[in-house]
């Protein structure tokens, strides 16, 4: 989903859940070199595949997930805590991954995933 879809996606939303912060980190796996720009759902499948089958996890740990070329991806209800999410005070938040693990200093996010960065933290 573009920036502008999920946007309107956003302002459509109604979550009853209390949501007091957004939580956002870089994947491990998958990282850049893993992504094709064809490869979103295929990167969504095997992430809810591991958090389901490796961690134990009912559903995928996140929220939505952005990928390198901005796109975005809706994944865990919001209307659940995270998965990963352990305390009290913390499941309160949403969470939101970027398929990006920094390799380098020089591995930076792309001006994509930057503004999909700015426009989850509105």
């Excluded at 992504?35 to 809810?48: A, I, P, R, S, T």
């Excluded at 499941?91 to 426009?119: G, Y």
């Amino acid at each position: 989903m573009t920036a502008k879809a999920f946007e309107t996606y956003l302002s459509k939303l109604k979550i009853a859940r209390t949501v007091l912060s957004v939580q956002q980190h870089h994947t491990y796996i998958p990282s850049y070199i893993h992504f094709n720009d064809n490869n979103h759902f295929e990167l969504q499948k095997n992430m809810k595949n591991t958090h389901i089958n490796a961690n134990g996890w009912a559903d995928i740990g996140q929220h939505v997930s952005i990928f390198p070329d901005g796109s975005m991806m809706t994944g865990r209800s919001f209307e659940k805590s995270p998965a990963c999410i352990y305390k009290v005070e913390d499941c309160k938040k949403n969470f939101i991954p970027h398929i990006n693990q920094t390799l380098k200093a020089t591995d930076n996010n792309t001006s994509e995933e930057v503004l999909h960065m700015s426009l989850t933290n509105a």
